[in-house]
């Protein structure tokens, strides 16, 4: 079963800079994990995957305050994010699987600079927290590091082994 919900992060507060534009979460990703949790009550899945990241490393806006990855009250929030998750979705010993977050190469904002969430370091963090989620929950979470196929040598590639890999620099081309 797939319960994907586009463009999510596992952060839902405030506001997210999407191309120079701050925007609120898309209308479903504030229910994202109880939609998902009724979907696991309803298939009794063995493993649920969890694909999710990318939009945790832009620019986030909680009341007027600029706030990302890499800051202490931001960092903070986004284990409990993820924690939630792990609750969630590991009740009755559903195992959880984190795919890691891949490097992007997202369009430059308008001025010309590249996006927030192309910054290695933000890519760096996420990737950490998903780890160290992981590691207070053996047993029940892992991580799968998909950058060693996706992103050889640490950085972003459009296209492997002769074939496209993503079209538009973020998204997995099918």
């Known amino acids: 079963a797939n319960a994907a919900t586009l463009g999510c992060a596992f952060g839902t507060r405030g506001e997210l800079n999407v191309n120079g534009v701050w925007k609120l979460p898309d209308a479903g990703c504030q229910t994202a994990l109880s939609t998902w949790a009724e979907d696991e009550a309803l298939f009794h899945p063995s493993a649920v995957v969890v694909e999710m990241g990318y939009r945790d490393e832009f620019d986030w806006s909680w009341d007027g305050t600029l706030e990302h990855l890499g800051e ?13 998750y792990v609750t969630v979705l590991s009740r ?4 959880i699987l984190f795919l890691t977050v891949p490097f992007t190469d997202p ?16 890519h760096f963090e996420i990737n950490w927290m998903l780890h160290d989620v992981a590691a207070q929950h053996p047993g029940v979470v892992s991580v799968l590091d998909i950058d060693h196929t996706i992103s050889p040598g640490n950085q972003y590639a459009a296209t492997l082994n002769g074939q496209d890999c993503r079209f538009d620099g973020i998204h997995f081309t099918v």
């Open 92 to 95: 009755g010993g559903t195992k």
């Open 72 to 84: 202490r009250a931001f960092d903070t929030y986004e284990l409990q994010q993820i924690e939630r």
């Open 107 to 122: 369009p430059a904002q308008a001025n010309g600079a590249p996006a927030p969430a192309a910054e290695p370091s933000r």
